[in-house]
Structures are given as C-alpha cells and as structure tokens.
C-alpha cells in the first residue's frame, strides 16, 4: 500500500529503541559511575545509501526528543520539533540523506533516565540515577551509531544543548564526523546560563512534592517544574521579540482588576508553557540535563578551547542568533576563532533575527540556504569539497 | 559596496600566483573567491558583516564567516596567507590603518584597491562647483556616503612608505562603462582606481 504523505513531510515516523551496556559491559561515565544497561530513543527519516556516508545525526535541545521530523499517526496535532528543516526538499532533504534523531540519556522522552526502572532494585532511579554529562550522552549516541553500522556520520548538527553535543562529537570522534553544525551553541556554560539553571532547579527542589525526587506513583512537583520551565522560556525569547509578542497587552479583559492572577497576557503565556510542559516532561530529567549542561565545559581540562578543538577534524559551520542573550553570538565566535586557530575549515552566520536563542527553531528560510549548501560541499564527492585554507596541516 | 564582478577584478585575478591561499575582507557574496578559485585553484576564504551576502557565499561553495573588519583579525596567524585582498573596502573602515597592519601580519602578501580622491573630476568639480564629488567609483551624496577615509594615490603610495610596506606592484585605472583601462600617465591625476600589491619590507 502506497503510503501518502504531506508536501515536504516525511510522513508517520515511528519512534525505535536501541539497548546495549547490558551488565556486566555497562558504560562507564564521566562521574566514575557506570550505568546499563541503556536504552536510547531515537528515530530515522529518509535512507542510508549503500556505503551509510549520507547520515545526518540530529542532536536535541533540553526539552526536545527523538522526535525531531513527521507525526506519528495522521491525528497528531503537531508534527515533530524541526519538521520544518528535515523532510523532502528541506534544508536535511531526506530525499538525499539519512537523518537520524537521537535522544540522550538522562531524558524521559524513551531513554534511559531517572525515570527509568532500576534493575537492580525494580523501581525508577529517581535521585539515585548517576549524574551524566554531555560527555557520556555522546558515548550513549556512539553506541548508537555503532550500532548502525554507520563508520563516518555526513553531519551532526544541533541547536543550543544539541550544539554542545555537536561540538563534543567533533572532539572526541574527529574521524567519524565529517561536517559538524552547532547552532545557536556555547562551548562553556556561562556564569548567567548556569545560574538560570540554578534556579530552575531550586524552584523544582522547593517543590513539596518533589521529596528529594522520590516522586515517582505520587503527585508530581508540577509547580516547581512549571516555573523552571517559565524562566527557560524567559531565557529563549529576546526583549524585543517577548515585546513585539505581548507588549503590556491584557489577557481576555479591557482593564486591570489589581488583583494576583495573570492579568497581562505575557502572564498568561508563560503559565501556559509552564502547564504544557509538565505533562509531557519529568521534573528528574530537567534536573539532570541542566546540570549536564552546567558541567559542559569544551576548554577542560587545560583550560584552553583551542587546544580541545585540535582534535576536530569536521568541517563547521556555525550559526549565531544576532538577539540570543542565553548564548550570546560571542560564544560561538570564540568558538570559531578557535577553529579558525587550528586552520579548520569553518564557516561563521550571524543571523539577524530577533526571536532570540528560539530563532534556531523559527529562522527556517536562512538556516535552509546555509545548511543546504554546506551539505552539498562537504559532501565527499565534490569536487569543491577542498577548497579552503585549511588544506595544510596545523604547524 | 557594490557586489558584482568588478572591472576590476581582472586585474586583481592577475596578479596572485596560482594555488594560493587567499583571503578576502568584505568579500560580498564571494565573486572574486569564485573567480580565484577558478582561474588560479586558489583556496580561498573571506570576512563579510552582511548575513545575506554570507548566504550567498556558503550557497556558492565558499568557506566565510561573519565579521567586524575593524575588530581586527586576531583569529588569524602571522603570515598564514599567500594573500589578504581588500576590494574597494578601506575607505569605509573607522581605523583603515589598523587593518592594513593586520592584513600585512596575517599575508605574505596584500592587494589593495581604492578609489583615488585625486581623481580630475573629483578636483573639477570641488574647485569648479564647489560640491562634494560624485562620480562612477564614488557615486554617494555627502550624507549617505559609507566612505569615511578616502584617499588619493599619491597619499596611499605615502602611508605605504611611512609603515614599511614596499609596493611589489601598482595597477592604476579609470573606469568607463562596464570596464576600466589602464593609466600610465600622471594616474593620481587620471585614474579613478588603485590597485596595490604590497609587502611588508
């Protein structure tokens, strides 16, 4: 039976699961703990071709998920999160590449996380789930792509979260990354990043019913979450974008009732993403991915991002939001002028926008024509695939 | 800055030595990295503020990325480029100066193109009309004009002299309509365009 599909959509995906690190081969984290065995969550759209050299890996961001492309039956009232960049004659054309979507360890979205039943115990981790780091998530997508049977991955991309795992594919697996596009990224968490975390965190800690995260078959901390979701969200909008949005508009009434409920719209949004966001979202897993992303640091252990970055062998391309204040565009430029420093081949958009760190997600029609073309060079037939200043070895 | 295949990039083409490395600041939409890298396989690289033009220049193939020219090219090693062209972009830097030290620190070799104030029509009609010049390589009204550090030939060979940089070559041109000549005779009086290859001595 044909299967019919919308205009640039990649149709019904499925969500598949991958497990390994069964005991005793369990992975061994950052933290000297060890973990197994591991499910992650992922899904494909388009087709590998014969020697699996068209392989895109899609990286998510904190609250994102495997599914990044297509829905998962007709019904499905929204698509999944970078449908509009992954699908037939998109910017990850899946006509031509094979893009796989990857969850992470320590989410809640089908892989291993807090949530997870322990085996050794039959009940869900809870605080007692190893702390993992950006580090070990890449491990857990090795595994993946190994388990694949995919040598030299095309591409990996992602935004924000998915960006630092972009970066740290690069680095610790110079020879299976051909392309590497971190957007909207940082190789460190900064002083202002990592304390919008904190608080995020305090605010789901405060929470009564998060009892030192042994919550799980009772209520859940659905406050506490809500309102760390509320900050994040503060953090991916720019000033100008929340005002062009919201202005100082009031929700459903003419006039002001002095009293304690949402009464300006921008309110009303906010709590709006916070309710969303706790019913599809484990309080445990925002607490584990901050922290994940507050120990990201590319320039450890010598302190030096260029000397990390030596490693690479990618070519980048990497993009900025002109209004991003949750990683401003210098980060990325001192991620490219580290690059630059090792005579890699990298590619630097600034785009204009004024939807903030979201404009990842939002900016379609440049991020399109950037990353289409740079798929296209760094493919390894072309001709013009060698093109750059980078051809000579770092002295 | 006007973005299309220059007249004068023939002659910018001309002078850099096959298979070099190039880099271009305020590189546009990368015709004249398109045009080294056919004519002469060079590898080539550019600076450009604009994100459309960035665009343009990723779609064409080309390695670029966005920068600020009077930042500075402090990602760059001494002497790692065969050459740093700069088209038709120093007059509108706030520290022209500055970068060309940095283009002579990070190239071997720099090529250098600017439009000559000591152009006659230029002087013509300063002492004739008593307005501010407009002419085919400077078409702007003193309001909306980008350049800010205009110069003639004569005080460019000058700044060279003064900061240690020997000129190798210098291609002076007038410009007609849709292509430029070459001019022998008193071309700080006659030519419109500059080119300068220089090195530091």
């Known amino acids: 039976m044909a299967v019919v599909r919308e205009e640039g959509s990649v149709g019904i995906v499925e969500l598949k699961k991958f497990t390994f690190a069964e005991p005793p081969n369990e992975l061994r984290l950052e933290c000297g703990m060890t973990l197994g065995p591991i499910t992650l969550a992922y899904e494909t759209y388009g087709e590998m071709n014969a020697d699996k050299s068209n392989c895109v890996l899609v990286c998510h961001a904190l609250s994102g998920d495997a599914h990044a492309a297509g829905k998962y039956t007709p019904d499905d009232s929204k698509p999944g999160w970078w449908d509009n960049m992954i699908g037939p004659g998109k910017a990850f054309d899946t006509d031509r590449y094979c893009v796989i979507s990857s969850n992470f360890i320590g989410g809640c979205k089908g892989s291993t996380g807090p949530a997870s039943i322990d085996p050794k115990t039959g009940k869900p981790y809870g605080p007692t789930f190893p702390m993992v780091t950006v580090s070990d998530m890449v491990e857990a997508q090795r595994a993946l792509i190994d388990h694949l049977g995919i040598d030299q991955l095309l591409c990996v991309v992602g935004g924000s979260t998915g960006g630092m795992q972009v970066l740290q594919w690069a680095v610790s697996y110079p020879d299976r990354v051909r392309l590497a596009m971190p957007i909207a990224a940082t190789a460190r968490m900064s002083a202002q990043s990592i304390a919008f975390n904190a608080v995020g965190r305090h605010a789901i800690m405060a929470d009564p019913n998060w009892r030192n995260g042994d919550y799980y078959g009772k209520s859940i901390p659905s406050r506490g979450l809500g309102i760390a979701r509320m900050i994040g969200h503060i953090t991916y909008l720019s000033e100008k974008s929340m005002h062009q949005k919201f202005g100082r508009d009031l929700q459903d009434k003419s006039s002001l009732d002095y009293d304690f409920v949402a009464e300006f719209k921008v309110e009303s949004y906010l709590n709006y993403r916070g309710d969303e966001f706790v019913k599809r979202f484990d309080a445990n897993s925002y607490l584990y991915i901050t922290k994940a992303m507050d120990y990201f640091d590319l320039s450890q252990p010598s302190g030096d991002l260029r000397r990390t970055l030596s490693a690479a062998k990618a070519a980048f391309l990497v993009i900025s939001v002109s209004s991003d204040w949750l990683f401003p565009p210098y980060m990325s430029r001192e991620i490219v002028s580290a690059l630059r420093r090792n005579n890699l081949d990298v590619s630097y958009a600034e785009l204009q926008s004024d939807y903030g760190h979201d404009a990842f997600l939002l900016e379609v029609d440049a991020m399109t024509r950037l990353i289409q073309s740079f798929l296209e060079y760094g493919r390894p037939s072309h001709p013009k695939s060698r093109c750059s200043l980078a051809d000579t070895p770092t002295p | ?201």
């Open chain 2, 1 to 201: 800055m006007t973005d299309k295949i220059r007249p004068e990039f023939k002659y910018i083409v001309d002078m850099v030595e096959p298979d070099s490395k190039v880099l271009d600041l305020g590189c546009g939409e990368g015709h004249l990295l398109k045009l080294l890298q056919r004519e002469k396989r060079a590898r080539v690289q550019g600076i450009e503020l604009s994100d459309t033009a960035i665009q343009e220049c990723v779609a064409n193939g080309l390695f670029v990325y966005h920068g600020d020219l009077d930042e500075g090219l402090a990602d760059f090693n001494d002497q790692s480029v065969d050459y740093v062209i700069l088209t038709n972009t120093i007059q509108v830097l706030h520290r022209p100066d500055f970068l060309i030290e940095e283009a002579a620190r990070v190239g071997r070799r720099c090529i250098i193109s600017i439009p000559n104030f000591g152009y006659w029509r230029i002087r013509f009609q300063l002492a004739f009309h008593g307005t501010m010049p407009r002419t085919k390589s400077l078409p702007y009204e003193w309001y909306n004009s980008p350049n800010i550090h205009l110069t003639t030939l004569h005080d460019f060979r000058r700044f060279c002299r003064e900061r240690g940089l020997r000129i190798v070559r210098e291609t002076d041109l007038v410009q007609g309509d849709g292509k430029s000549r070459t001019v022998g005779l008193l071309p700080n009086f006659f030519a419109d365009y500059g080119i300068f290859m220089l090195e530091r001595e």
